[in-house]
C-alpha cells in the first residue's frame, strides 16, 4: 500500500487520466460489458471528486458544442430552439 501511495503522489495526475479514460472507453468505444467498466469508475470518482467534476462539465460542453455545430448558423431562432429542445 505504501509503494501505491508514494507512486501516486509521485504521479498525481495517474487516477484523474485513469478516469479520463475510462470514461471514454465507456461513452465512446464499443464495450459488450460495460459493468467492469463502472466498477473501478466509482472508485475513482470517489477518490479524485474534483478531476470528475471537470471530466463531466468538459463533456456537456463537447455535447453542446456540437449540438451547436449542427444548427445553421445564419438563423439565430434555430440555435436558440436546437439548444433549448431535447
Given at each position: ?26 461513452l465512446?468505444d ?12 466509482l472508485?475513482?470518482i470517489l477518490?479524485?471528486?474534483k ?6 462539465e468538459k ?13 445553421t ?14
Open positions: 500500500m505504501r509503494a501505491f501511495a508514494a507512486h501516486s503522489s509521485a504521479h498525481p495526475e495517474m487516477l484523474p487520466q485513469l478516469l479520463e479514460l475510462l470514461f471514454q472507453m465507456l465512446f464499443e464495450n459488450p460489458n460495460l459493468w467492469a467498466l463502472s466498477r473501478p469508475m472508485n475513482l477518490l479524485v471528486p478531476h470528475f467534476v471537470m471530466i463531466k463533456l456537456i460542453a463537447g455535447q453542446v458544442r456540437q449540438h451547436l455545430s449542427h444548427t448558423p445564419h438563423n439565430t431562432d434555430t440555435k436558440k430552439h436546437s439548444v433549448f429542445s431535447f
